[in-house]
């Protein structure tokens, strides 16, 4: 993202800027983490980063492909094939099974899940939910959920991972395994992640911690165990 801005209109009229001018890099293989107080922006530039939201302004890419003047359906191409996404909340259909949810996504993305199978099993494997292929979103914990979401966030094999307080619903224990997961994944699988949370207590060793203010960045640091 280069130079980034995005306003929008309140219920009064007044215009707010929800990302001032925002310029960051993530490299395959990093983690980079987005923190501030609620309000700050954090969310509004991932939601630019997964071109979910078009900019006013500013050069978006994604895994070399300049993104932020295409159109709508070539946006969504791109949200298929390149980007991953983790939400706050697991978002897991009750009634699928953990292989389910995993060839989901893969169906979504306009191929065969009977293909993929195998793929999806390999993937629930790495993070860490061998033998719970089988199980509903009922019999899972908070954090087995989350762990299926990662895994398909990451069977279309994405260029870049976004994330979005992914512990916000869970313990600290069970929040710090998510953590360590994520990182352990990104290095792995060479994916570009962005993070964003307002609890620095969940950044662990990250590659970048950035600060939002005011939808402007507003420090660097490196992260802290």
Do not use: W
Not at 183 to 205: F, I, K
């Amino acid at each position: 993202m280069s130079d980034v801005h995005l306003s929008y209109t309140d219920g009064d009229g007044s215009a707010v800027r929800a990302v001032d001018g925002v310029s960051l890099e993530v490299p395959r293989g990093t983690t980079v983490v987005l923190t501030g107080p609620s309000g700050c922006g954090k969310s509004s530039v991932l939601a630019v980063a997964g071109t979910l939201i078009r900019p006013d302004s500013g050069r978006v890419e994604i895994g070399g492909i300049r993104v932020d003047g295409l159109s709508v359906e070539e946006l969504a191409a791109v949200r298929r094939e390149h980007v991953g996404l983790v939400f706050q909340h697991d978002n897991l259909v009750p009634g699928l099974t953990a292989e389910e949810q995993v060839l989901l996504a893969v169906h979504v993305g306009g191929r065969r899940p009977s293909r993929h199978r195998g793929q999806a099993r390999e993937l629930l494997a790495a993070v860490g939910l061998d033998g719970a292929f089988g199980r509903l979103p009922g019999q899972l914990s908070g954090g087995m959920r989350q762990r299926v979401n990662i895994a398909r966030a990451l069977i279309m094999e994405p260029d870049v991972l976004l994330i979005d307080e992914p512990t916000s619903a869970l313990d600290s224990r069970r929040g710090a395994e998510v953590m360590d997961l994520l990182r352990e994944v990104t290095r792995e699988r060479e994916v570009a992640s962005l993070l964003v949370t307002h609890d620095l207590g969940t950044v662990g060793d990250a590659d970048t911690v950035l600060h939002m203010k005011d939808g402007a960045l507003v420090a660097e640091a490196a992260a802290v165990s």
